[in-house]
Structures are given as C-alpha cells and as structure tokens.
C-alpha cells in the first residue's frame, strides 16, 4: 500500500501540470494523433499489398497512392483530433481541410496515371498490327488528361469554398458582376473547348497515337495527346502543335483511321512509240523482287497525254505509307533505268516541223515531215 501510495503522489504533479497548460495537451493530443495515423497508413498498406498482389493494376496503383496516402491518412486523424479541442484556431482547422482536399487530390491523379500507365504497358505499339494498342493508348492518355483537369479543379472549388471570405467575394461576383462573368466565361471557353475536344476525341477518335495524318500540308505522325494540344511528329523530325480544337474543327488526312494499308503512285512521262508489256512486265518483277511489296496491287496504266509525250501511272500497294515511299521510289528508279537502257529512243521528245521557204534555194528532202529532237520532259505546267 506504501507503494502504490507513493506512485500516486509521484503523479500527482503531472496531472497539475497537465491541468494547467492546455498547450501541453494539445501537443500531446497532436503528436499521438499523428502517430496513430502512420501506423494506420502502414497497417492500410500491408492488407491492401497483400490483397492485391496478384494484380498488376491494383499493385501499380497502390505504389503510385502509397505517398498520398501518406499523407492523407495522418492528416484525416489530427484533423478529427483537433476538431475536438477548442483550443485550435478556426484558421488552422481551414488550413488543415485544405491540406486534406488537397492531398485527396493528388491521391486521385496518382491513381489516373496508375491506370494510365498500366494500359500502356498493356497495349505496346511496338507490334506489327496496333490499332487496337492505338486506340486503347488514345483513350487512356485524353481520358487521363481530362481527368486530371476535372479532379484538380474539384479539388481547387472545394478548397476555395471552405474560405469563408473568398466563397463569399464569389457569390457577390457572380450576383451583382455579370459582365465581369461573361469575360471570364470567354476568357475560359479555349480550356473548356480543349477539354470538351479531348473528350470527343477519346470518344469518337478521328486521331490516335501513332497515326499517320497530312495536317498543314505536312506528313507526320501522331506522337503525344496532352489535354490542350497535340503533338505531330514530322518525316524530317520537326514536330507540329496543334491545338485539340483543330481536329474537331477542321478536315485534315488520317491514312491509318482503320487500315495501314495504302496504294502509292508513280507517274512517268515516255514517248508514244514506247510499247506497254515490257514495261509491265518490268514492273510485275520489280515488284516480286522488292520485299515493301504486299502482293495486292501492281498496275500500270496510260493515264494522261499531250502533244510531247503520255502520262503512266504505276499503282502499287504495300502495308503502310512508310514502306509505300520507298517502293514508289524503287519501282521510280527501276522503270526508268529499264527504259533507258532497253528503249532510250522512246524517252519524251519534242518534235519541230520544218517548212522550206518560198523562193528559198532548194532543201534535200527528208524522210518525214517531224523531225524529231530530244527534250528534257514535259513543261512545267503539264499535269
């Protein structure tokens, strides 16, 4: 009895001194609070681990939340501590419910872009046939801009209203200042335009990642879709920024909407003596020979003539425009290496009737009429 005597009155001055500094305890009241919190994020993270182990997305995602969470689990239990003490300051409870809105938002961009990045490394585009990698990737990056934009201007309105001066300064704006709204509603109608465009864009998707689309006159190819603009990767390694807004506003190519498949042209210039089944032949074995090829089309034809020379257009078809340029450059170089080593005579000529002038001493007579004089092509202006 002497010693639990003792021990009483050994506490006794802690508890007077407790009783008389309330900082004491809202120190205390802070520090456990905190406490209490990490081991519950800890004991949150090792059960939510082991449950999702044997899924990929869910453990991608609990990485990607582990530092939010963090934070957010301590802050919810020192905010609900504190809200019990009297002692805390109305201003630091306001601090505290942003600092919790705030970090809730960043818990729900970390787990988009979780998603996001797993449905990339789901869907590679380094496959021979990825329209499907194409459209899922699409839809996951614009989808996961956009969601990213809604959630952090949630998470900004929410943190706004929990000020009571600013929800108030908002409300006498938006009651007494119309046309100061309807600036900003134009000030605001090229975000919310990209934003509503990108979401049109997952939806509908008249582009995606990696297509290949002639925009501005040029050929590129589709590399990044942000929330506000897209990125076009040029053939001589320029790139292209354009807003979202044009592809919804504007018409523009897409050469891979459903299919890489293309069909190229080639077009030459020959005389009309130059007979067409050696050419067609040479043509058949050109393009057995080149390996760009895909076997389905390979035409010859006479489409155009003037008074010099008549058009031929090749037509040959390969799996996509990247190979499609170098078979028409082969197929280019090939008929007219053939031609000039098999039938120079029938390269394009300009002919020139000459007239003998009256009274003029007599011209030993030719064989024709045309005479015929190697020319450099047709002119400029021919089609």
């Not at 802070?30 to 449950?51: D, E, F, M, Q």
């Not at 201003?91 to 970090?103: E, K």
């Not at 897409?254 to 040479?282: C, K």
């Not at 155009?304 to 078979?327: C, F, H, K, P, Y």
Request: glycine fraction near 8%; charged fraction near 15%; proline fraction near 6%.
């Amino acid at each position: 009895m002497d010693v639990g005597a003792a021990k009483v009155a050994a506490m006794i001055p802690l508890i007077d001194f407790w009783h008389a500094h309330p900082w004491a305890r809202l120190g205390a009241t802070i520090v456990v609070a905190l406490l209490l919190g990490a081991l519950l994020h800890r004991l949150v993270y090792l059960v939510l681990r082991r449950l999702t182990r044997d899924r990929d997305v869910a453990t991608d995602m609990l990485q990607r939340a582990s530092a939010p969470m963090g934070w957010l689990v301590p802050l919810i239990t020192l905010t609900v501590a504190l809200r019990m003490s009297p002692m805390v300051p109305g201003l630091v409870q306001h601090v505290l419910l942003a600092a919790l809105i705030g970090t809730a938002t960043w818990l729900g961009v970390s787990c988009i872009g979780a998603l996001e990045s797993w449905m990339v490394r789901e869907y590679p585009l380094d496959t021979a046939d990825n329209l499907r990698a194409r459209r899922v990737q699409t839809q996951a990056r614009v989808l996961g801009r956009a969601g990213d934009v809604v959630l952090v201007l949630i998470g900004a309105a929410l943190i706004l209203m929990t000020i009571p001066g600013v929800r108030q300064i908002g409300t006498s704006l938006l009651a007494s200042a119309g046309v100061a709204g309807l600036a900003l509603g134009f000030a605001a109608k090229p975000v919310l335009g990209n934003l509503i465009a990108g979401l049109q864009i997952a939806l509908a998707q008249p582009i995606r990642l990696d297509d290949v689309v002639i925009i501005e006159g040029e050929w590129g190819r589709i590399e990044e879709i942000t929330g506000t603009y897209v990125v076009v990767r040029i053939w001589d390694e320029r790139r292209l920024v354009v807003p979202l807004n044009y592809f919804i506003e504007n018409p523009f190519q897409n050469w891979t909407r459903t299919t890489s498949q293309l069909i190229g042209s080639v077009f030459l210039w020959l005389d009309y003596r130059m007979p067409m089944e050696p050419l067609r032949a040479e043509l058949q074995r050109l393009c057995k020979q080149a390996p760009q090829w895909d076997g389905r089309v390979c035409v010859l034809q006479v489409t155009d003539a003037n008074e010099q020379a008549m058009q031929l257009r090749v037509l040959v078809s390969t799996v996509d425009s990247g190979t499609g340029w170098d078979l028409r450059c082969f197929v280019r170089e090939g008929l007219i290496a053939f031609v000039q080593a098999n039938y120079p005579q029938h390269l394009p000529l300009r002919r020139t009737e000459l007239h003998q002038a009256e009274g003029a001493a007599s011209v030993p007579a030719r064989s024709g009429p045309l005479l015929a004089q190697p020319a450099d092509g047709p002119s400029a202006g021919s089609p």
